[in-house]
């Protein structure tokens, strides 16, 4: 893919030369999107959409800001997902993310104890999430049980929950992108999802997520879906947990034991 990478010194040009054979992207002074280090320490991996620089950088941030807020005031066990994947019944199951986006959901059943693999195939998207993934695995308050509890695999989920000789987790979980309706898009939509939005575009494959979610994972399949969205690949859940503004749709397939 091809992106600019913007360094200040050596040593971040030497580190985005890394990460760009890394994750196969290619330098163009052109391309609309730019990656960049933060200036504080540790430096952060940042998106940046260079015509509207305004909407900020985007990162991924496991360990500061509104998800270690969200770690530790946000309800724990009793918040909504942590019941649509079965916490509330007194187990931590084993968690594929194929849809991981820049994780947030991921790192937070982590953090009520569940082992999550993070399944994402954009490559910038992918390399935001390591980024974040190596900077919380050296924190000094969460880097033990985030090494243990959270990894990453780059790669397409539709190819990836195909593969029959891999092991079955019990709960896989998807968040595909949807497509806002006219009347919710421009300033209303939040600006880091602008800018998210229009590197990744509206999943319009994720119908095909279903079926071999429900082959793979042994216990449930859990869907998010934003509050006006219908049902995914027009199959009934077995229950909803509705939120303020989305939902979870839950399709049983064993009891949570």
């Not at 497509?179 to 575009?201: C, D, N, W, Y």
Request: proline content about 5%; some cysteine.
């Amino acid at each position: 893919m091809k992106i600019r990478l913007h360094a200040n010194d050596v040593e971040q040009q030497q580190r985005l030369t890394q990460l760009a054979q890394k994750w196969q992207l290619c330098h163009d002074d052109t391309a609309l999107f730019q990656l960049q280090f933060s200036s504080e320490e540790p430096a952060k991996l940042e998106l940046v959409k260079r015509d509207e620089p305004k909407l900020g950088a985007i990162s991924v941030d496991f360990v500061t800001g509104a998800v270690a807020h969200r770690r530790k005031f946000g309800g724990g066990k009793g918040q909504s997902i942590a019941k649509a994947v079965g916490l509330n019944k007194g187990v931590t199951p084993t968690v594929v993310d194929a849809t991981a986006g820049l994780g947030r959901d991921a790192f937070v059943l982590a953090s009520l104890g569940c082992t999550v693999q993070m399944i994402e195939r954009h490559p910038v998207v992918a390399a935001l999430l390591d980024d974040g993934l190596t900077r919380a695995c050296n924190d000094s308050e969460i880097g033990e049980w985030v090494t243990q509890r959270l990894s990453l695999v780059n790669a397409s989920s539709i190819e990836q929950l195909a593969i029959e000789s891999q092991p079955r987790p019990e709960v896989i979980y998807l968040d595909p992108m949807y497509p806002h309706p006219e009347k919710k898009k421009s300033a209303q939509i939040k600006k880091e999802m602008r800018v998210f939005q229009t590197l990744v575009g509206a999943d319009h494959d994720a119908s095909l997520l279903l079926d071999p979610a429900l082959k793979l994972a042994t216990k449930r399949v859990v869907v998010k879906r934003p509050d006006y969205a219908d049902v995914l690949d027009g199959k009934a859940p077995s229950m909803s947990i509705e939120t303020k503004k989305n939902r979870f749709d839950v399709y049983v397939l064993a009891s949570m034991k």
